[in-house]
DNA sequence: GCCATTGTATGAAAATATGCATACATTGAG
DNA sequence: CTCAATGTATGCATATTTTCATACAATGGC
């Protein structure tokens, strides 16, 4: 997975970029449930950034759901997706991510159709 | 323009937000060479931000080559501009949209449907 | 039990981002 | 020339981000 991550010096926080980088993996189907991702020492040392800032991504995306961390063992993928309230959580998903579309000039209808592309090849 | 412009508390410093959003509306063709954009003012005003702040984004799409400044008279898109590919954007943002809806456990189909709706009320 | 591995925590320092206030410099309209 | 509009610049305060150093805590293999 190391090789998969790129930090660039655009402005963007490190650990929001590496963040944004671990969710995209997972999006595009290279990280799967349940398996196991690089130690936070690893990323650390690959990335050459702080441990402290790795910390801080991972925390983010176990805060949520995405990642299970297990202390003296390793990180890991999320088995099961957070099972919450699925309509309210979708609506206010689709409120923000229409907001973000909005603001980076992207169509919701063509977003709508790439959304729906990435689906089919689930 | 200012109507097209949005601001997140989403970790992104905001001069960042402003400087892609630019360059999103120019290859949108929202904003088109010669065309004039929004003073600094207006900008910090409408966006609720300061002036050094749109200062720092405006100074980089300059540097860039986007933008041309007028001492006392307004700023300008360049006459030619960078291209900016709208289709990687769209990709690159429909990914990592996809990859934050799964790491929420929100079905693609869902989410696509959701924003199909909201399109439909603009 | 020992111990290497891995995640967790803390404090300090430097760099960066943002807001706020203020002032200066140039341009064009009148 | 006068003046409003606009970009440019500076200093200060605050919060955030990142690095550095160091230590603690839990897990699993031996």
Known sequence: MLENLLIQ???VPIYVQL???V???IGRGLLKPGARIPTMRQVAVALKIDLNTVQRAYAELERDGVLTKQR???TFITEAP???NAKK???EFAHRTAAQAKGQGIPLEELAAALTR???RA
Chains 1, 2 share one sequence.
Do not use: H, I, M, T
Request: charged share 20%; no cysteine; aromatic share 0%.
């Open 118 to 120: 990435l689906a089919g």
């Open 9 to 11: 010096d655009n402005g």
């Open 19 to 21: 963040r944004e980088q």
């Open 82 to 84: 957070p099972p919450r």
């Open 89 to 91: 959580l979708l609506q």
């Open 23 to 25: 969710l995209a993996l």
């Open 72 to 74: 003296g063992v390793g």
